[in-house]
């Protein structure tokens, strides 16, 4: 797959070749023009991601040029090529719409930089004027999805925010759209139009991220072959989003903290402190004062985050937004695989609904996508639910396998006096109940207790412990005759 289509526009056929050469030894889809209006013909044509433009032309001016090109797409990244550079020729560039230029003889390790960064900067850009269309109309967000009265307030209480300025904190757990609330803020308020930018901090490595965060200058390091813009400049009038903003290490925090405070700060192996104008909204799903207090997030950041806090519910207080997001999700992955309508059966329907959903909308987003792939049928069974929905089930077929032994309740036909008939107690019956449980998921897994616990939800060690304390003999690999356990007297 192409990493990014790319428009060479030069006279000089050498540079042309060149440069077609490198990008498409590189992944990128390439092609070529030498003359203004070739080039803006292809342009007509053909969208792309980005335009390297050479500023002399035989029939055209590249600056006079950008005008034109920027009101045709302004989100369209293109990068000047000339042969001498100055801060007028940068200046210029810059206002007519270039995100950047570079001169002649060039180092091709720059040039695919600045070429990575500006086709990155088109998908964003590409993104948040996506973003701004779907989540236009105030307090319609297509993709947040509930009536429950938990979800009305916090949906009331992200219209009332969105059009300050001030920072806001997003907590809840993992899955239930922290991400899509910030995004929901972004676009009702005043900064719609410009950046969304979304920093998961506990996916980039410690040493990288200050680099992701504030860019650096050529030479930095290593691999600093040029200058890079940070997510804080990307930003700049805009939005960034923290996620997981518990991860950030403290000597990260300390400089986060005077961003915040100060709206300013340097590139990595700069000098120039650069002034920047974004909104901050952080999201976590750990309680931050309880890291406080315990001294592993400073205080002082905490209440600066902390101006606004928005708790999303979990999806297990706000149940009867379940068959809403069923609908919502079925109606997506069934266009999505051209596949008709699908529907849930009643008995799946009530395990669903039954169903805690310890990861919140994403499980039952992925839950609804698989049952979608794997269905053949309009009406999705409980067969194509995981296990860990299923359990419940499993549990009401342990009980009736177990109802031969598992004494009736006095006055019930066949109840037996403890001197006639002696009976297993409670405690051997829930063993039991248990042990058949940790059999049948076993056999579900081919015996690989690693898959069987995480479908448990519970550590390896847990399962191990509860395997050797119920006597399971797990080198039996299920040979079929496997007998009630000696505590109940089976």
Not at 83 to 100: C, P, Q
Not at 116 to 128: D, P, T
Not at 175 to 183: S, V
Not at 266 to 291: F, H, P, W, Y
Request: glycine share 6%.
């Amino acid at each position: 797959m192409s990493k990014g289509s790319i428009l060479v526009v030069d006279d000089e056929s050498e540079i042309r070749e060149g440069l077609e050469l490198l990008l498409r030894g590189e992944g990128y889809g390439v092609s070529s023009a030498e003359t203004g209006e070739s080039g803006l013909e292809k342009l007509e044509q053909h969208p792309y991601d980005l335009l390297l433009l050479d500023v002399s032309l035989p029939d055209r001016n590249g600056l006079d040029m950008l005008k034109e090109i920027h009101r045709r797409d302004p989100q369209l990244s293109i990068v000047l090529i000339t042969a001498y550079g100055s801060i007028d020729m940068a200046r210029a560039a810059f206002k007519n719409g270039a995100m950047d230029y570079i001169t002649k003889p060039w180092s091709n390790d720059e040039l695919l930089a600045q070429v990575a960064q500006a086709v990155e900067s088109r998908r964003l850009r590409e993104e948040n004027v996506q973003l701004k269309r779907a989540l236009k109309e105030r307090f319609n967000f297509p993709n947040i999805v509930g009536k429950s009265d938990k979800m009305q307030v916090l949906l009331n209480l992200v219209t009332q925010v969105a059009p300050s300025r001030s920072t806001i904190l997003i907590s809840g757990e993992s899955g239930t759209g922290k991400e899509l609330i910030a995004k929901a803020i972004h676009s009702a308020s005043t900064r719609a139009d410009k950046a969304f930018v979304p920093v998961n901090t506990g996916s980039i490595p410690v040493d990288l991220l200050e680099s992701q965060l504030f860019g650096h200058v050529k030479g930095a390091f290593t691999s600093a072959v040029a200058s890079k813009k940070g997510l804080f400049e990307i930003a700049d009038q805009g939005t960034i989003f923290f996620d997981e903003i518990a991860t950030i290490s403290p000597e990260t925090q300390a400089k986060l903290l005077r961003v915040i405070q100060e709206r300013e700060f340097m590139r990595l192996g700069g000098t120039e402190q650069l002034k920047v104008d974004v909104r901050i909204v952080a999201a976590s799903n750990v309680d931050l004062l309880t890291l406080v207090r315990e001294g592993r997030f400073r205080e002082d950041l905490f209440h600066r985050l902390n101006v606004i806090h928005l708790q999303i519910p979990p999806l297990r207080d706000r149940r009867e937004d379940v068959p809403l997001l069923l609908a919502h999700f079925l109606d997506r992955y069934c266009q999505e695989n051209t596949k008709p309508l699908r529907q849930f059966t009643q008995a799946a329907m009530k395990l669903l609904m039954d169903y805690d959903w310890p990861g919140n909308v994403r499980e039952l987003e992925n839950v609804v996508e698989r049952a979608v792939v794997l269905s053949t049928e309009e009406r999705v069974d409980m067969e194509l639910l995981p296990e860990s929905i299923r359990s419940k089930e499993i549990v009401r077929g342990v009980r009736l396998q177990l109802s031969e032994f598992l004494p009736p309740l006095p006055g019930e036909p066949g109840s037996r006096s403890s001197a006639d008939h002696p009976q297993p107690s409670l405690f051997q019956i829930m063993d039991e109940i248990e042990r058949r449980i940790i059999m049948d998921m076993l056999e579900r897994t081919g015996w690989n207790q690693t898959e069987a616990a995480e479908r448990f939800l519970i550590p390896l060690s847990t399962l191990n412990q509860k395997i050797k304390r119920l006597g399971i003999d797990v080198r039996r690999r299920g040979r079929g005759d496997e007998t009630l356990s000696a505590s109940t007297g089976k």
